[in-house]
């Protein structure tokens, strides 16, 4: 079993539709989790990043993280064209630096205009 | 934001040859860079971290007598594939990490990446 689980999709949704992106994880000891951007060809960026469980929102981005469920997630609202990329979960268990981030497959998002 | 480059942004090689990958810190000193290989439709792998002024720890499975890994200065680190073969073709990424105090997320800074072909 992977330490993190992610659909890979490929995932299409019209442009203005709600955006959900999931990932599942095995390994309790997991307290950090981000969210990266990748386009092709380019590496990841961070989008946004979460220690609790809860939701955080930045703009148009909600993360959850349900860590009783161990099942993490990011909302995208009002999706545009530009949103269209792959979107990967990455998580880690601290954040004292020169620490391993366990990547997800990658969901690859299409945005239709 | 922190920028992190890579050199070359692509690189096709024969079989049996070297190739080395540089990633630079532009704006930042980093005393941790990570390096991943990414295959097609496959999530980043971490291959090995590592620290400026000391030897890099590889990853179970990574042989590191064939990716060669070193972090001179506290703004390159340089990973060396050698006697490549077909199956080193791959997508490899840097990361830095800022390491800056009193952060409150210790954030990598991720290169474009090198896509090496190896014939």
């Known amino acids: 079993q992977k330490e993190v689980e992610q659909d890979p999709g490929p995932l299409s949704v019209p442009e203005g539709a709600i955006v959900s992106l999931n990932c599942t994880y095995s390994?309790?000891?997991?307290?950090?989790f981000m969210w990266y951007r990748q386009y092709s060809r380019k590496g990841p960026e961070l989008l946004m990043y979460?220690?609790?469980?809860g939701n955080k929102e930045d703009g148009r981005f909600t993360a959850q993280v349900d860590k009783s469920s161990k099942y993490i997630s990011l909302f995208i609202r009002d999706s545009q064209p530009s949103d269209s990329a792959t979107y990967l979960c990455?998580?880690?268990?601290?954040?004292?630096?020169?620490?391993?981030?366990?990547f997800g497959t990658g969901t690859r998002l299409t945005i239709i205009p | 934001g922190a920028v992190v480059s890579q050199h070359p942004s692509w690189v096709i090689c024969k079989s049996g040859t070297s190739v080395k990958i540089e990633c630079r810190s532009l704006?930042?000193?980093?005393?941790?860079m990570f390096w991943y290989r990414q295959f097609p439709k496959q999530s980043l792998m971490l291959m090995a971290t590592?620290?400026?002024?000391?030897?890099?720890?590889?990853e179970q499975g990574v042989e590191k007598d064939k990716f060669l890994i070193n972090h001179a200065s506290l703004t390159l680190s340089t990973l060396t594939v050698t006697s490549a073969h077909p199956e080193d073709s791959s997508f490899y990424i840097c990361?830095?990490?800022?390491?800056?105090?009193?952060?409150?997320?210790?954030?990598?800074?991720f290169g474009p990446g090198t896509r090496l072909t190896v014939l």
């Open positions: 990361s830095a990490e800022t390491g800056l105090a009193g952060e409150a997320y210790n954030e990598q800074f």
């Open positions: 390994n309790s000891a997991f307290q950090y």
């Open positions: 979460t220690y609790s469980s």
């Open positions: 990455a998580m880690s268990i601290s954040n004292f630096g020169n620490e391993k981030l366990t």
């Open positions: 704006d930042f000193q980093a005393t941790t």
């Open positions: 590592s620290n400026e002024g000391s030897k890099a720890t590889y």
